[in-house]
Antibody, heavy 118, light 106 residues
């Protein structure tokens, strides 16, 4: 059974940093491109980042470039999202998602809540 | 960037109703469109991909159609479990989501 389990969400002060993790199981993690998607409270889904299967290439939403960094450890079947210079508007549930080879997201984690507030 | 606009934003319907949600893209995305269902406090769930292909395990009352810039998600007979928010997503150029359509009980 495919499982994606996020962790690391927390309350952080504006300007702070946080690293989210997404532990994958039930599939060959190293074969799949992975994504991060976030959802602010009561709002829609915002695509955040994509990382290729070997971690060699990453892309980000224009509004987040330079502050967020996606990475992965295929030996530990884990995806990461390093976030810095956090702002109140970064408050959201962050989901990791597996991308099917055609481009859509066939499995999602349950999400991890990041709250940016003083 | 490709923008997706869903309509309506909110839809009030009754059990048994036929429901249609529209998603319009700012430029052609061929058939590279997916639909997701999300319930409060839960992760999105894939319903349809490639505009009209039903994901395994999704009830056949859900269907999708369209290509290019205009797409629809139809629920042929709304069931109690279908009250949720629905999002379209394009995966032709990077990735982007529509703003969502909340289907609520009338």
């Amino acid at each position: 059974e495919v499982q994606l389990v996020e962790s690391g969400g927390d309350l952080v002060q504006p300007g702070g940093s946080l690293r989210l993790s997404c532990a994958a199981s039930g599939f060959t993690f190293s074969s799949y491109w992975m994504h991060w998607v976030r959802q602010a409270p009561g709002k829609g889904l915002l695509w955040v980042s994509r990382i290729q299967s070997d971690g060699s290439s990453t892309i980000y939403a224009d509004s987040l470039k330079g502050r967020f960094t996606a990475s992965r450890d295929n030996t530990k079947n884990t995806l990461f999202l390093q976030m810095k210079s956090l702002r109140a508007e970064d408050t959201a549930v962050y989901y990791c998602a597996r991308m099917n080879g055609y481009g859509y997201f066939d499995y999602w984690g349950h999400g991890s809540l990041v709250t940016v507030s003083s | 960037d490709i923008q997706l606009t869903q309509s309506p934003s909110t839809l009030s319907a009754s059990v048994g109703d036929r429901v249609t949600i529209t998603c319009r893209a700012s430029q052609s995305i061929t058939s590279r469109l997916a639909w997701y269902q999300q319930k409060p406090g839960k992760a999105p769930k894939l319903l349809i991909y490639k505009a009209s292909t039903l994901q395994s395990g999704v009830p056949s009352r859900f269907s999708g159609s369209g290509s290019g810039t205009e797409f629809t998600l139809t629920i042929s007979s709304l069931q109690p479990d279908d009250f949720a928010t629905y999002f379209c997503q394009q995966y032709d150029v990077d990735w982007a989501f529509g703003q969502g359509t909340k289907v609520e009980i009338k």
